[in-house]
């Protein structure tokens, strides 16, 4: 890491800007309102336009999500730091994962998306990053109490690779089955013609995005969970600078077009997904940190517990 500058405080704060600045821009080319960037949102989308799901109205194959996997692979690659790596206990962690998936999809967006809400007008945000924090908080609990679910080991390449290829078949398949007019289904894939599915961002301009967004990530182990505590709130002052540009801030105006949950529904359901997946990954999870490899220690962040 030793001359990153992406690595130090303020190189980390240009990351937070940037994914700032960028969300409010995909939303003006065509994104769902204030879902410029949720990587929760955007993986359910994806799941039905494969046919995991029949919800017509939330179908399509976000080149975001794409992005995100395959340019912090290439960086990882560029910069001699793919060392892939795996958990043990991997029954307890996919059903974690699926727990914290369920919880940020009722509040209707990953934490990204909480800030980008927040940033957009959406007072309900307020609630759901403080039920965020407190699960945060309950997380470190367990790592106090001594809670692992073991080490990371070492993987070979093949295994690495695996998460790459899907991407890049995924993407071949979206080249190959483009959305077709009036049609809700183009070969082996499924499209939304209403709803957040059918909002979009250009093909290129969305997967140019992810792959900087990857890269970026990579680069400065960007991580939503520990960024809490740091630099991570320079992401909702940048996008609502920018959404104040655009001309389309909800503050004063009308709310957030999305359906809105009870506040107090709302924040408990943020509240599921931050201990969940601390406990899954020790703090950072393969959907809310890009490219960031974590060392497993017995207390958070890295810290050794005192005995």
């Not at 059903?95 to 990953?110: D, P, Q, R, S």
């Not at 007072?123 to 001594?146: D, S």
Request: aromatic content about 8%; hydrophobic content about 45%; some cysteine.
């Amino acid at each position: 890491m030793k001359g990153n500058i992406f690595s130090t405080r303020w190189g980390i704060v240009l990351v937070g800007a940037s994914i700032g600045v960028m969300a409010p821009l995909l939303q003006k080319l065509g994104n769902p309102a204030n879902m410029g960037i949720c990587v929760a949102c955007m993986e359910r989308d994806i799941a039905g336009a494969v046919g995991f799901h029949r919800a017509a109205v939330v179908q399509y194959l976000r080149p975001e999500i794409l992005g995100f996997v395959l340019g912090a692979f290439l960086s990882a690659l560029a910069f001699r730091e793919f060392r892939p790596r795996g958990g043990s206990a991997p029954v307890a962690r996919f059903l974690l994962g699926v727990c914290a998936m369920i919880g940020a999809l009722v509040f209707l967006g990953c934490p990204w998306r909480a800030l980008l809400r927040l940033a957009g007008g959406d007072g309900n945000a307020i609630l759901g990053l403080a039920g965020l924090a407190t699960g945060i908080w309950i997380g470190t609990l367990f790592f106090k109490g001594g809670y692992s679910l073991g080490r990371s080991n070492a993987q070979s390449v093949s295994v690495g690779l695996l998460l790459p290829i899907l991407m890049v078949g995924l993407l071949a398949l979206r080249i190959m089955y483009p959305p077709v007019e009036g049609q809700p289904s183009s070969g082996v894939l499924f499209y939304s013609l209403q709803g957040p599915g059918a909002a979009k961002a250009p093909l290129l301009i969305s997967l140019g995005a992810g792959l900087l967004i990857g890269i970026l990530a990579q680069r400065s182990r960007f991580c939503t969970m520990g960024g809490i505590r740091g630099p991570y709130p320079v992401s909702p002052v940048a996008s609502f600078l920018r959404h104040d540009c655009l001309g389309d801030s909800g503050l004063g105006g009308e709310p957030d077009p999305g359906p809105v949950r009870p506040r107090l529904r709302e924040a408990a359901c943020s509240t599921l997904p931050a201990p969940l997946e601390l406990c899954r990954n020790a703090g950072c999870g393969p959907g809310l940190c890009l490219g960031r490899r974590v060392p497993r220690k017995a207390a958070f962040h890295g810290r050794r517990r005192r005995q």
